[in-house]
């Protein structure tokens, strides 16, 4: 099969805004297209999480840093569709289920209940859509007849995408084929190879029978239940159409979910690229280890929001460069929590009397053109939290105030 070769129609781009693409290792001028009212529109996709159990600042990390571009795009003048899935089909979730002999679907709503609780009090500018797996299933299934349709899929035990039929698998994660294969293998997700299995150990499902007293839903190939990276093809095209602007997640997805998720749409649509820039966030360690679960080193962010103001947590976490590893330590949400204080208090005292927004704050045209600038250069939160943090020094409350609201959305200061 040849590569798709279609390109995009007309890419507009946003002014100074610029982000790092994974895919081309460069920064590009932010992508956006034509709304349907003829202004600019960012369509970003984000990879949510799978509900089944409470959500760590690693979590937290990724969707606030999104949540900063999506509020720097508005303040640009720019108009954000937002969309950001929740896998509640997943074998983590049925898993919880069984354990705690819950049902699957009232774990999932229960925890993306408290996943969106979290991040109101964390002030994030919601997503347009969350789509759930379990209620997109009619567009899912048509993805993989569509691909099985142009011979991009084969049945053995499983319906599988044959990854060779993409050339430029692999130039997303700019992995080999062996360390594609051992990634998989390290996460349990290689499978087998044979007549009766995949044809290629990096060839990855489509759909799948479902095991006993998981959900199954009726489909041309059998009953069964998707693979996990078709979901997000699916979801995001349904909703932000055969291109997206801006794809988004933890960077651990980028292979082999990303890369997946390249091949089969732009091998669904002939149309590259299925994003124009794809922006990775960096991992959240704690205890010298990436935060995960099976590690057991989480630190969850209700207990966070029980300890500390939101605005406190998202200053915290803006003072991570988005692309970059860190390590949570208390102490320096601590220090985080002291400039939060000063904020609050400068926020809640009295105007100067006469002095209106814009006006009376000589310092204000420089602090507010060094946080513009530290954020149009690849969302630099931590640069920009310094200028806060000099508004704050100098009592340049209107200018304090406005970048307050692009890093700390509507999170509370106390
Ligand atoms: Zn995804």
Not at 124 to 133: E, K, L
């Amino acid at each position: 099969m040849q590569r798709p070769a279609r390109s995009s129609p007309q890419v507009l781009t946003a002014g100074s805004i610029q982000v790092f693409d994974s895919l081309s290792g460069e920064l590009l001028p932010l992508p956006c297209s034509l709304g349907e009212a003829g202004q600019l529109e960012l369509r970003l996709y984000v990879c949510g999480v799978t509900p089944y159990d409470t959500g760590h600042m690693g979590h937290a990390f990724t969707f606030l840093s999104f949540d900063v571009l999506v509020r720097w795009a508005e303040a640009n003048g720019i108009r954000v569709r937002y969309v950001q899935n929740v896998t509640d089909v997943d074998d983590p979730l049925f898993e919880r289920a069984r354990r705690d002999g819950v049902d699957w679907q009232e774990l999932g709503g229960r925890e993306t209940g408290r996943l969106l609780r979290d991040m109101e009090l964390l002030g994030w500018r919601a997503p347009d859509h969350m789509p759930m797996v379990s209620g997109e299933m009619d567009r899912i299934i048509e993805a993989v007849e569509r691909l099985a349709g142009l011979g991009c899929a084969y049945q053995t035990d499983r319906v599988y995408f044959p990854v060779r039929s993409y050339p430029g698998y692999g130039e997303l994660s700019k992995l080999t084929r062996l360390a594609m294969t051992r990634k998989l293998s390290s996460e349990g997700l290689l499978g087998e190879v044979g007549p009766d299995a995949k044809r290629d150990p990096l060839d990855f499902p489509l759909w799948r029978p479902s095991d006993p007293g998981e959900p199954a839903w009726p489909s041309a190939f059998g009953p069964g239940r998707p693979g996990w990276h078709i979901e997000c093809s699916a979801m995001a095209m349904h909703y932000l159409g055969e291109q997206v602007d801006v794809h988004g997640g933890g960077r651990d997805l980028r292979y082999s979910h990303h890369e997946s998720e390249r091949a089969q749409s732009e091998t669904l649509t002939g149309v590259a690229p299925f994003a124009r820039a794809w922006m990775h966030v960096g991992m959240v360690s704690f205890a010298g280890h990436k935060m995960s679960k099976s590690l057991g080193n989480l630190v969850v962010v209700e207990d966070v929001l029980a300890r500390f103001p939101p605005a406190a947590v998202r200053l915290y976490l803006a003072s991570h460069h988005y692309r970059r590893d860190w390590s949570f330590t208390w102490e320096g949400l601590e220090a985080a929590s002291r400039l939060c204080s000063r904020l609050a208090h400068l926020l809640g005292s009295e105007p100067n009397q006469g002095a209106e927004w814009g006006a009376g704050e000589p310092a204000q045209g420089e602090l507010e053109g060094a946080f513009g600038r530290a954020l149009d250069h690849d969302l630099d939160t931590a640069a920009a939290r310094g200028v806060l943090r000099r508004a704050v020094s100098q009592g340049a409350r209107e200018s304090a105030r406005w970048m307050t609201s692009i890093l700390c959305g509507s999170a509370a200061l106390r």
